[in-house]
């Protein structure tokens, strides 16, 4: 029994040691994750979907269960559909930016809360709608690469703010 104690004392010990060395599994995923997960949200914020394919793991998938109610989306599997479906929805954005508010990154994650400041057209005559919205990210790293990508945003906001201003913009046409 003393022996035993002392086994699972010392693995204790070596794992208290590794953790104040800081080289750790744990560790060394972070400071990949971070890097990886920094430069795809910028890419992905500034719309460069070329760049973004460079990051984008082979089995990547997307989903926003939030705005499936709203557009009716599905969520694309495989990295060419996933980067197609952007091209496609997101054709009409002009620019998006974000505040982003917290970080949670660790291990093979990373989380971001933010809120979403984007414009769009909304119809043929370029009117510009204005959008700012919170939104979670979630992303998952796999082999260097990102493999999922969850978005969560409160479309409520969405639906207010883009009924607000084509309300403005109609009046303004009469």
């Not at 990949?32 to 992905?44: D, F, P, R």
């Not at 109610?69 to 996933?82: Q, S, T, V």
């Not at 002009?94 to 093979?108: C, H, P, V, Y």
């Not at 945003?153 to 009469?174: M, T």
């Amino acid at each position: 029994m003393k022996k035993i104690k002392i086994l699972i004392l010392f693995c204790f010990s070596v794992t208290a040691l590794q953790y104040a060395q800081n080289k750790t599994p744990l560790k060394d995923s972070t400071v990949v994750t971070t890097a990886i997960s920094e430069q795809y949200i910028q890419w992905y914020l500034d719309l460069n979907f070329d760049a973004l394919k460079t990051l984008m793991h082979q089995d990547f998938s997307f989903e926003d269960p939030t705005a499936a109610m709203l557009f009716g989306w599905n969520k694309p599997e495989g990295k060419e559909n996933a980067l197609a479906f952007f091209k496609t929805n997101y054709a009409s954005i002009t620019e998006m930016k974000a505040d982003i508010i917290r970080k949670i990154i660790s291990g093979n994650h990373a989380i971001y809360e933010m809120q979403l400041h984007f414009k769009f057209y909304q119809n043929e005559d370029k009117d510009l709608i204005s959008i700012s919205m919170p939104l979670i990210t979630i992303l998952a790293i796999k082999d260097g690469k990102v493999i999922e990508h969850k978005d969560y945003a409160n479309y409520n906001d969405y639906i207010e703010q883009y009924r607000a201003q084509v309300k403005v913009l109609n009046k303004s046409k009469e």
